[in-house]
Protein backbone atom coordinates (compact mmCIF):
# COMPACT_ATOMS: atom_id res chain seq x y z
CA UNK A 1 0.00 0.00 0.00
CA UNK A 2 2.97 2.37 1.24
CA UNK A 3 4.63 1.65 -2.28
CA UNK A 4 1.15 1.84 -4.33
CA UNK A 5 0.53 5.51 -2.86
CA UNK A 6 4.13 6.99 -3.39
CA UNK A 7 3.78 5.43 -6.92
CA UNK A 8 0.67 7.41 -7.53
CA UNK A 9 2.06 10.26 -5.80
CA UNK A 10 4.91 10.40 -7.86
CA UNK A 11 3.16 9.71 -10.87
CA UNK A 12 0.69 12.53 -10.42
CA UNK A 13 3.40 15.05 -10.01
CA UNK A 14 4.97 13.87 -12.92
CA UNK A 15 2.20 14.75 -14.73
CA UNK A 16 2.03 18.40 -12.86
CA UNK A 17 4.73 18.58 -14.44
CA UNK A 18 4.73 17.48 -17.97
CA UNK A 19 1.08 19.54 -18.36
CA UNK A 20 2.85 22.81 -16.85
CA UNK A 21 5.27 22.41 -20.01
CA UNK A 22 2.39 21.97 -22.53
CA UNK A 23 1.64 25.35 -21.91
CA UNK A 24 3.26 28.26 -24.06
CA UNK A 25 4.75 31.22 -22.62
CA UNK A 26 3.08 34.08 -23.98
CA UNK A 27 5.74 37.08 -23.46
CA UNK A 28 4.17 40.31 -23.10
CA UNK A 29 3.57 42.25 -26.79
CA UNK A 30 2.92 45.76 -25.51
CA UNK A 31 5.59 48.76 -25.81
CA UNK A 32 5.59 51.64 -24.14
CA UNK A 33 5.40 54.81 -26.37
CA UNK A 34 6.75 58.50 -25.36
CA UNK A 35 6.11 61.95 -26.49
CA UNK A 36 8.26 64.78 -24.81
CA UNK A 37 8.22 68.48 -24.93
CA UNK A 38 11.10 70.04 -23.10
CA UNK A 39 12.35 73.87 -22.61
CA UNK A 40 15.81 74.46 -22.25
CA UNK A 41 18.84 75.20 -23.15
CA UNK A 42 22.78 75.30 -24.70
CA UNK A 43 25.73 76.51 -23.28
CA UNK A 44 28.51 76.75 -25.63
CA UNK A 45 31.93 75.18 -24.79
CA UNK A 46 35.17 75.13 -26.23
CA UNK A 47 36.08 77.05 -29.41
CA UNK A 48 32.21 77.37 -29.59
CA UNK A 49 32.46 79.45 -26.17
CA UNK A 50 34.93 82.06 -27.55
CA UNK A 51 32.64 82.82 -30.39
CA UNK A 52 29.12 82.43 -28.79
CA UNK A 53 29.42 82.81 -25.11
CA UNK A 54 26.06 83.38 -23.97
CA UNK A 55 23.51 80.48 -22.94
CA UNK A 56 20.85 79.67 -26.54
CA UNK A 57 17.91 78.62 -25.22
CA UNK A 58 15.76 76.05 -27.23
CA UNK A 59 12.39 74.25 -27.44
CA UNK A 60 12.46 70.30 -27.56
CA UNK A 61 10.07 67.55 -29.26
CA UNK A 62 10.58 63.53 -29.36
CA UNK A 63 9.08 60.73 -29.76
CA UNK A 64 10.69 57.34 -28.11
CA UNK A 65 9.26 53.88 -28.51
CA UNK A 66 10.28 50.84 -26.37
CA UNK A 67 12.81 48.67 -28.17
CA UNK A 68 11.36 45.23 -26.06
CA UNK A 69 8.68 44.89 -23.65
CA UNK A 70 9.56 44.51 -20.30
CA UNK A 71 12.85 45.89 -21.08
CA UNK A 72 14.19 49.71 -20.04
CA UNK A 73 15.85 50.62 -23.39
CA UNK A 74 14.07 53.18 -25.67
CA UNK A 75 14.63 54.62 -29.21
CA UNK A 76 13.62 57.29 -30.92
CA UNK A 77 13.77 60.46 -32.59
CA UNK A 78 14.04 64.55 -31.47
CA UNK A 79 13.64 68.12 -32.65
CA UNK A 80 14.91 71.03 -31.48
CA UNK A 81 14.69 74.76 -32.43
CA UNK A 82 16.35 78.11 -30.75
CA UNK A 83 17.33 81.33 -31.57
CA UNK A 84 21.27 82.36 -30.97
CA UNK A 85 21.09 85.89 -31.87
CA UNK A 86 18.68 88.39 -33.16
CA UNK A 87 18.77 92.14 -34.22
CA UNK A 88 16.46 94.93 -35.83
CA UNK A 89 16.42 98.39 -36.79
CA UNK A 90 13.76 101.02 -39.16
CA UNK A 91 15.85 101.01 -42.89
CA UNK A 92 14.55 103.84 -44.91
CA UNK A 93 13.59 102.71 -48.50
CA UNK A 94 13.46 104.25 -51.78
CA UNK A 95 10.09 103.01 -53.16
CA UNK A 96 8.30 104.18 -56.19
CA UNK A 97 10.49 107.67 -55.53
CA UNK A 98 9.20 107.91 -51.75
CA UNK A 99 10.87 107.46 -48.84
CA UNK A 100 9.58 104.49 -46.40
CA UNK A 101 10.75 102.95 -43.35
CA UNK A 102 10.64 99.77 -43.15
CA UNK A 103 11.17 97.35 -40.35
CA UNK A 104 14.32 94.79 -40.88
CA UNK A 105 15.27 91.83 -39.19
CA UNK A 106 17.87 89.39 -38.79
CA UNK A 107 17.86 86.49 -37.02
CA UNK A 108 20.27 83.82 -36.43
CA UNK A 109 18.81 80.26 -36.10
CA UNK A 110 19.30 76.98 -35.59
CA UNK A 111 17.22 73.52 -35.34
CA UNK A 112 18.71 70.01 -34.10
CA UNK A 113 18.11 66.15 -34.99
CA UNK A 114 18.97 64.12 -33.16
CA UNK A 115 18.53 59.76 -32.77
CA UNK A 116 18.11 59.12 -28.82
CA UNK A 117 18.47 55.56 -27.38
CA UNK A 118 17.62 55.93 -23.71
CA UNK A 119 18.16 53.45 -20.87
CA UNK A 120 16.41 53.32 -17.92
CA UNK A 121 18.85 52.31 -14.81
CA UNK A 122 17.99 49.75 -11.84
CA UNK A 123 18.01 52.90 -9.76
CA UNK A 124 15.01 54.30 -8.36
CA UNK A 125 14.61 57.29 -4.75
CA UNK A 126 11.20 56.98 -4.11
CA UNK A 127 9.20 57.82 -7.20
CA UNK A 128 11.98 59.58 -9.36
CA UNK A 129 13.93 57.33 -11.61
CA UNK A 130 16.71 57.71 -13.58
CA UNK A 131 17.48 57.36 -17.15
CA UNK A 132 20.91 57.66 -19.51
CA UNK A 133 20.83 58.61 -23.04
CA UNK A 134 23.34 58.63 -26.11
CA UNK A 135 22.53 60.41 -29.01
CA UNK A 136 23.13 61.33 -32.60
CA UNK A 137 22.47 63.67 -35.06
CA UNK A 138 23.12 67.43 -36.55
CA UNK A 139 22.90 70.81 -36.71
CA UNK A 140 21.67 73.03 -39.14
CA UNK A 141 22.27 76.79 -38.52
CA UNK A 142 20.56 79.19 -40.48
CA UNK A 143 20.00 82.98 -40.55
CA UNK A 144 17.39 84.98 -42.13
CA UNK A 145 16.31 88.48 -42.56
CA UNK A 146 12.96 89.84 -42.75
CA UNK A 147 11.72 92.98 -44.31
CA UNK A 148 8.40 94.92 -43.08
CA UNK A 149 6.69 97.77 -44.83
CA UNK A 150 5.30 99.92 -42.99
CA UNK A 151 1.97 99.62 -44.36
CA UNK A 152 0.70 96.34 -42.74
CA UNK A 153 -1.52 95.38 -45.98
CA UNK A 154 1.74 94.80 -48.23
CA UNK A 155 3.66 91.92 -48.13
CA UNK A 156 7.03 91.79 -46.80
CA UNK A 157 10.24 89.61 -48.26
CA UNK A 158 12.39 86.78 -46.35
CA UNK A 159 15.99 86.70 -47.07
CA UNK A 160 18.03 83.28 -46.71
CA UNK A 161 21.85 84.36 -45.55
CA UNK A 162 24.06 81.36 -45.21
CA UNK A 163 23.49 78.45 -43.58
CA UNK A 164 25.56 75.63 -42.59
CA UNK A 165 25.28 71.54 -40.94
CA UNK A 166 27.58 69.58 -38.65
CA UNK A 167 27.35 66.20 -37.42
CA UNK A 168 27.37 65.67 -33.39
CA UNK A 169 27.06 63.06 -30.60
CA UNK A 170 26.86 62.86 -27.04
CA UNK A 171 25.57 61.16 -23.85
CA UNK A 172 23.63 62.39 -21.26
CA UNK A 173 21.49 61.66 -17.96
CA UNK A 174 18.04 62.58 -16.71
CA UNK A 175 15.48 61.86 -14.64
CA UNK A 176 11.06 61.18 -14.24
CA UNK A 177 8.97 62.09 -11.71
CA UNK A 178 5.47 61.11 -12.20
CA UNK A 179 2.44 63.04 -12.18
CA UNK A 180 -0.08 60.50 -13.26
CA UNK A 181 -0.22 57.09 -14.25
CA UNK A 182 1.01 58.31 -17.75
CA UNK A 183 2.29 62.20 -17.58
CA UNK A 184 5.64 62.63 -16.02
CA UNK A 185 8.37 65.63 -15.69
CA UNK A 186 11.48 65.34 -17.16
CA UNK A 187 14.77 66.59 -16.45
CA UNK A 188 17.61 66.15 -18.22
CA UNK A 189 21.63 67.46 -18.86
CA UNK A 190 23.81 66.19 -21.48
CA UNK A 191 27.16 67.14 -23.18
CA UNK A 192 27.12 67.13 -27.17
CA UNK A 193 30.47 67.64 -29.32
CA UNK A 194 29.57 68.80 -32.41
CA UNK A 195 31.87 69.22 -35.54
CA UNK A 196 32.84 72.66 -36.83
CA UNK A 197 30.28 74.37 -38.97
CA UNK A 198 30.16 78.57 -39.95
CA UNK A 199 27.11 80.56 -38.50
CA UNK A 200 26.32 84.24 -38.13
CA UNK A 201 26.48 85.96 -34.60
CA UNK A 202 25.65 89.36 -33.23
CA UNK A 203 28.69 91.77 -33.45
CA UNK A 204 29.72 93.03 -30.06
CA UNK A 205 30.00 97.05 -31.25
CA UNK A 206 30.82 99.18 -33.95
CA UNK A 207 27.39 98.25 -35.52
CA UNK A 208 26.59 100.09 -38.31
CA UNK A 209 23.28 99.59 -40.72
CA UNK A 210 23.19 100.76 -44.26
CA UNK A 211 21.10 98.57 -46.25
CA UNK A 212 20.48 95.40 -44.13
CA UNK A 213 20.68 94.50 -40.18
CA UNK A 214 22.70 91.02 -41.49
CA UNK A 215 25.55 93.68 -41.38
CA UNK A 216 25.03 93.96 -37.86
CA UNK A 217 26.85 90.13 -37.86
CA UNK A 218 29.59 88.37 -38.35
CA UNK A 219 30.25 85.01 -39.71
CA UNK A 220 32.47 82.89 -37.77
CA UNK A 221 33.46 79.36 -38.03
CA UNK A 222 34.52 76.52 -35.07
CA UNK A 223 33.02 73.44 -33.83
CA UNK A 224 29.96 73.36 -31.85
CA UNK A 225 30.42 71.23 -28.30
CA UNK A 226 27.74 72.51 -25.96
CA UNK A 227 26.14 71.01 -22.56
CA UNK A 228 22.48 70.92 -23.19
CA UNK A 229 20.15 70.89 -19.94
CA UNK A 230 15.68 70.76 -20.49
CA UNK A 231 13.05 70.25 -18.76
CA UNK A 232 9.85 69.20 -18.91
CA UNK A 233 6.72 66.88 -19.69
CA UNK A 234 6.66 62.97 -20.83
CA UNK A 235 3.35 61.77 -22.04
CA UNK A 236 3.42 57.89 -21.76
CA UNK A 237 1.14 56.06 -23.38
Known sequence: MTVLCCWVASGAAQEEVINAGEVPYNEPSDKVSMITFGLGGM???GA??????????????????????????????????????Q???????????????????????????ELIGRYYLPLKINKLEFF???????????????????????????????????????????????VTDNIYVHGRFSYIAGLSTAFYILKEENITI???TIEAFDLQKSTTDVLKWDIGVTFAF
Open 48 to 85: FSKKHPDPIFQLNLGYLRQIKPEKPLFSGIELGYGIMD
Open 87 to 113: YAADIDFVVDGETESWDVTSTSQFLTL
Open 210 to 212: KES
Open 132 to 178: SELNFGGNLFFTTTTFNPPDADESGDTEWEKSDFSLKYGVGLGCNFP
Open 43 to 45: TPQ
